[in-house]
């Protein structure tokens, strides 16, 4: 039995950059890899099958099938093992723009590496990754990077501090096609949303506040293309990060594609009482911190 862990991610700046032909966008993302996340169980079986549940105490949509992890298993080709069953237990949110559908992919192929052994030929995982989609190498490495590209071309960036995140769940979740789909109707090719919904930092003035430990200065250049989209299909979006602000965030932001409205705070003591302001914003809140790891083998 080989167990597993995907963690979630957060953007703490996306912009749109350009569009392409075969109908994915151009992005420039910073991304963090956080401590949410999801834990997988993997077993040599005579028929592979995946298994989704909900952690205790959480629920919530689960993926229909073929979900991604089905996916990654028919992808990986095993030569060696067993047809696995995997056990997915989540922690992750659906639809929220976490990453948790690539945290899994992510976890999965790092455990099925284990489990082909070593006297088969290695995984092409990294190819695999990039195959199963683009936030999937990120969840792969982990850490923090730029991404560009699809979202899929990778370099790391120093962060001097540990960042705690106060994470607002809201009911409902958003669909990271419609909402590419509704940024293209709202923003004109060629353009970005820079000064809608407020004052919008550069990626430069971000990465320098990383690498120094500012957080006062990450805060203030925090930023998503998305959120003008996003925010028109659910306006209580909008709501939702004020909220998050008047809670005491130094700074907030929606991740990835929605729905999830993520603040920024000084230390884990001040991401409690942020997290407490804001319980009755959200149906889930959670506290996470930053952290240097991506999908990995839990040793025993």
């Given at each position: 039995?080989?167990?597993?862990?995907?963690?979630?991610?957060?953007?703490?700046?996306?912009?749109?950059?350009?569009?392409?032909?075969?109908?994915?966008?151009?992005?420039?993302?910073?991304?963090?890899?956080?401590?949410?996340?999801?834990?997988?169980?993997?077993?040599?079986?005579?028929?592979?099958?995946?298994?989704?549940?909900?952690?205790?105490?959480?629920?919530?949509?689960?993926?229909?099938?073929?979900?991604?992890?089905?996916?990654?298993?028919?992808?990986?080709?095993?030569?060696?093992?067993?047809?696995?069953?995997?056990?997915?237990?989540?922690?992750?949110?659906?639809?929220?723009?976490?990453?948790?559908?690539?945290?899994?992919?992510?976890?999965a192929l790092?455990?099925?590496?284990?489990?082909?052994?070593?006297?088969?030929?290695?995984?092409?995982?990294?190819?695999?990754?990039?195959?199963?989609?683009?936030?999937?190498?990120?969840?792969?490495?982990?850490?923090?990077?730029?991404?560009?590209?699809?979202?899929?071309?990778?370099?790391?960036?120093?962060?001097?501090?540990?960042?705690?995140?106060?994470?607002?769940?809201?009911?409902?979740?958003?669909?990271?096609?419609?909402?590419?789909?509704?940024?293209?109707?709202?923003?004109?090719?060629?353009?970005?949303?820079?000064?809608?919904?407020?004052?919008?930092?550069?990626?430069?003035?971000?990465?320098?506040?990383?690498?120094?430990?500012?957080?006062?200065?990450?805060?203030?250049?925090?930023?998503?293309?998305?959120?003008?989209?996003?925010?028109?299909?659910?306006?209580?979006?909008?709501?939702?990060?004020?909220?998050?602000?008047?809670?005491?965030?130094?700074?907030?932001?929606?991740?990835?594609?929605?729905?999830?409205?993520?603040?920024?705070?000084?230390?884990?003591?001040?991401?409690?009482?942020?997290?407490?302001?804001?319980a009755g914003?959200f149906p889930?809140?959670?506290?996470?911190?930053?952290?240097?790891?991506?999908?990995?083998?839990?040793?025993?």
């Open positions: 039995m080989i167990n597993t862990i995907g963690r979630a991610k957060v953007n703490l700046w996306l912009a749109v950059v350009g569009r392409r032909t075969d109908g994915y966008h151009e992005l420039e993302s910073v991304m963090q890899s956080i401590s949410l996340a999801d834990e997988l169980t993997i077993e040599p079986a005579e028929h592979s099958e995946v298994i989704i549940s909900w952690a205790d105490g959480l629920d919530g949509p689960i993926p229909a099938p073929p979900d991604i992890v089905q996916r990654t298993v028919a992808a990986a080709r095993l030569k060696c093992a067993e047809r696995p069953t995997i056990t997915v237990k989540k922690r992750i949110p659906v639809g929220a723009g976490l990453g948790g559908a690539s945290a899994d992919a992510a976890a790092v455990g099925l590496t284990r489990l082909e052994g070593p006297e088969c030929a290695e995984l092409e995982i990294g190819a695999l990754a990039r195959l199963l989609g683009a936030d999937v190498p990120f969840c792969l490495q982990g850490g923090l990077a730029m991404a560009t590209g699809v979202g899929d071309e990778l370099s790391p960036l120093p962060c001097a501090r540990t960042l705690w995140w106060v994470i607002g769940v809201p009911d409902g979740g958003l669909s990271t096609v419609k909402v590419y789909q509704h940024f293209d109707e709202l923003v004109p090719a060629g353009t970005r949303p820079s000064g809608k919904g407020g004052p919008m930092g550069t990626v430069g003035a971000l990465t320098a506040a990383l690498a120094a430990g500012d957080v006062d200065g990450v805060a203030a250049n925090l930023a998503n293309d998305l959120e003008v989209a996003a925010f028109d299909l659910m306006p209580a979006l909008r709501d939702h990060k004020r909220s998050m602000l008047e809670a005491g965030a130094l700074g907030a932001i929606m991740t990835g594609s929605g729905s999830a409205i993520i603040g920024l705070c000084r230390d884990e003591a001040h991401a409690g009482l942020v997290a407490s302001a804001v914003t889930r809140v959670e506290v996470a911190h930053g952290t240097p790891d991506g999908a990995a083998v839990l040793e025993p």
